[in-house]
């Protein structure tokens, strides 16, 4: 039980806090828009230094001038948009025997048509030894981590499905993920064969967009992202013992703290989009030529002021100006239709997601289905008693 009342004094610090974190911010927003200043003027200078250096933390890769405006395009009609998303009832070592569950939905509009949408969700049921053959771990042994990429895996090959399926000659068609398409967190589970077989059949799936010529991109809501900013970083002297060119821009504040999103929004009016940047990301050398990932951000509106987005896209996609329109322009009308958000990416949640209730039913019908086998309960005491609270 939260009780509020013991949170008043903290929330007033709280308060104070957020209050000197916006005037210092505001003193590292002068100087973001003048580090951004010289490495636009210099871009092909800093580009050049930037390869010499190899500094450790990850820097936006440069191809065209970095405060570059692109407006928005129209959106062609017709034209289809197909998206996916999926969600997870993870192992739980209080549930014996050991299974987990991904549902992947499939979302498909064919804009400017009178063809209906296509809506759908596909549950799968994990609980073999090896799953199936494709690891050597065993099930009781599946992590967390481990599920999510298998997940992101199925999404991705789910939505590369529903774009072949959904696909009209003649009719442009993009398609869209919900997060990254870089495989942050594959790396780090300590099983460098795994890693590496994970990585390689997601960029299979990339392989096959880039192959069949549809246009796959990824949308972030409020990026969490830092690779511009250390673009800034690198020009200002922060991340080398001397800038990469001369420049009189005060060297603090530092912009610790500061988001590419917040450059960003000093740059793009509504509807705008930035320049294209390539990541630096290692893990992207094991990606296959042509599908390492660029990005770019776009100033969504919406109630309220909107939202600064990152966009992903292959790279076979961000040299493609045509496709990057097409791109741009379904981003934009997506969020407007879904008030700020993609509405594909909204419904492909709304069909993907499981809820508490569909969670503790499913759990209810397993139950039953082991009790009709002659099997015993699948919860463990802690569990059962969490879910029959006695005061």
């Known amino acids: 039980m939260l009780d509020l009342r ?6 007033d610090d ?27 003027d210099h871009w092909r200078a800093v580009r050049e230094a930037v ?26 009609s017709p034209i289809t948009v197909v998206a996916t998303d999926g969600s997870q009832i993870y192992p739980d070592r209080h549930v014996e025997p050991p299974f987990f569950l991904l549902n992947v939905s499939q979302v498909a509009f064919q804009y400017g048509t009178t063809e209906d949408a296509h809506l759908d969700a596909v549950p799968s049921l994990q609980f073999r030894e090896g799953m199936d053959g494709r690891f050597e771990a065993r099930i009781e042994t599946i992590t967390t981590e481990l ?70 991109a990824s949308y972030v809501s409020m990026p969490a992202s830092t690779e511009v900013v250390n673009l800034l970083r690198f020009v200002g002297g922060d991340l080398e013992p001397e800038p990469p060119v001369g420049t ?35 893990i992207q050398g094991e990606y296959p030529t042509g599908t390492d990932i660029s990005f770019f951000y776009v ?63 499913f759990f209810r019908l397993v139950e039953r289905r082991l009790r009709r086998a002659g099997l015993g309960p699948i919860g463990s005491r802690k569990r059962r008693s969490k879910q029959r609270p006695r005061v």
């Open 248 to 282: 009189e821009v005060s060297t603090e504040p530092r912009l610790d703290g500061v988001l590419d999103r917040h450059v960003l929004d000093m740059v793009l009016d509504s509807g705008e989009r930035s320049a294209v940047f390539g990541s630096a990301s290692h």
């Open 51 to 76: 390869a010499t250096a190899q500094p450790r933390r990850l820097v936006a890769q440069m191809r065209e001038p970095p405060a570059a405006v692109h407006a928005p395009p129209e959106r062609p």
């Open 147 to 216: 599920v999510s990429a298998l997940r992101d895996e199925l999404e991705l090959g789910s939505l590369l499905d529903a774009a072949t399926t959904a696909r009209v000659a003649d009719r442009p068609l993009v398609a869209l993920a919900d997060g990254t398409l870089i495989r942050w967190m594959v790396r780090g589970m300590d099983h460098d064969a795994l890693e590496d077989e994970l990585i390689a059949r997601y960029t299979e799936h990339l392989e096959g967009f880039r192959d069949a010529g549809l246009a796959l």
């Open 299 to 361: 100033n969504v509106p919406g109630a309220g002021g909107g939202e600064i987005g990152r966009v992903e896209v292959p790279r076979w996609v961000a040299e493609q100006p045509m496709l990057l329109e097409h791109v741009h322009a379904t981003v934009l009308q997506e969020c407007e239709k879904g008030e700020g958000y993609p509405l594909a990416l909204s419904e492909a949640h709304e069909q993907a997601v499981v809820r508490a209730s569909e969670r503790e039913a």
């Open 14 to 40: 709280f308060a104070q806090h957020q209050t000197d974190r916006t005037s210092r911010r505001a003193a590292q927003r002068d100087r973001a828009e003048a580090l951004l200043r010289v490495c636009h």
């Open 6 to 11: 013991q949170l008043r004094d903290q929330l």
